[in-house]
């Protein structure tokens, strides 16, 4: 198995608070607080609640998000995602059903 396809969960029992950094993929299923960096991945799952301000290459959300997004390729909103805040990406995608309110500079 290629590292390319390895990705971390943080599990839906989990409850994080704090300051993420990583370079690869993520997938929040659980409950996280702070900030996050990376120059990867991140998906926040159905089961996802995340407060965090997140500084990221690609963005997935599928569950709830409020804080502040900047992103360098592409945000997707899946049709179960909610986020209330800020986005900057270049790229942004979503789908019938899913919620945004903020702002967003392309």
């Given at each position: 198995m290629s590292d390319d396809f390895s990705e971390t969960i943080i599990g839906e029992d989990i409850n994080f608070k704090g300051k993420l950094k990583f370079n690869r993929k993520l997938q929040i299923?659980?409950?996280?607080?702070g900030t996050?960096?990376?120059?990867?991945e991140l998906?926040?799952?159905?089961?996802?609640?995340?407060?965090a301000d997140i500084h990221a290459s690609t963005l997935g959300i599928?569950?709830?998000?409020r804080g502040?997004?900047?992103?360098?390729q592409k945000v997707h909103l899946g049709k179960t995602g909610r986020i209330s805040g800020d986005i900057k990406?270049?790229?942004?995608?979503?789908?019938?059903g899913a919620k945004f309110t903020g702002n967003c500079v392309m």
């Open positions: 299923r659980g409950k996280f607080k996050i960096e990376t120059s990867g998906t926040i799952g159905e089961t996802g609640d995340v407060h599928y569950g709830s998000l502040n997004v900047e992103v360098t990406t270049p790229l942004l995608e979503i789908e019938s």
